[in-house]
């Protein structure tokens, strides 16, 4: 069973940085896509940004040019750089990993258990 375990969460002032990261039980590489969602207190889990196998990278219009995504196989994390946060940005960040097949019931996806990032304003 994968496993996928973030950390780098707490809380931070408005305008201030964090740097979240993913660690996985498997190679990362071996992912077909991997991600950041997030959710905030009595919303729904929302995308963040995304990273594909040839390392394109989507990132939700929220982000507007301040969250970087990026994987480090030399670590074998997932990372998410994020600048100028805002307190909207307050949620339980998730790392998602996912493996796509032919067939959509073979396709896996796995969640880490979250990591709690406060903005304070």
Not at 6 to 25: A, D, F, H, K, Y
Not at 85 to 101: F, I, M, N, P, W
Request: glycine share 12%; net charge positive.
């Amino acid at each position: 069973q994968v496993q996928l375990v973030e950390s780098g969460g707490g809380l931070v002032q408005s305008g201030g940085s964090l740097r979240l990261s993913c660690t996985s039980s498997a190679r990362i590489f071996n992912f077909d896509v991997m991600g950041w969602y997030r959710q905030a207190p009595g919303m729904g889990r929302e995308l963040v940004a995304s990273i594909g196998s040839s390392g394109s990278a989507n990132y939700a219009d929220f982000v507007e040019g301040r969250f970087t995504i990026s994987r480090d196989k030399a670590k074998n994390t997932l990372e998410l750089q994020m600048n100028s946060l805002k307190s909207e940005d307050t949620a339980v960040y998730y790392c998602h990993g996912g493996t796509r097949a032919l067939s959509p019931k073979y396709d896996r996806n796995y969640w880490g258990q979250g990591t709690q990032v406060t903005v304070s304003s």
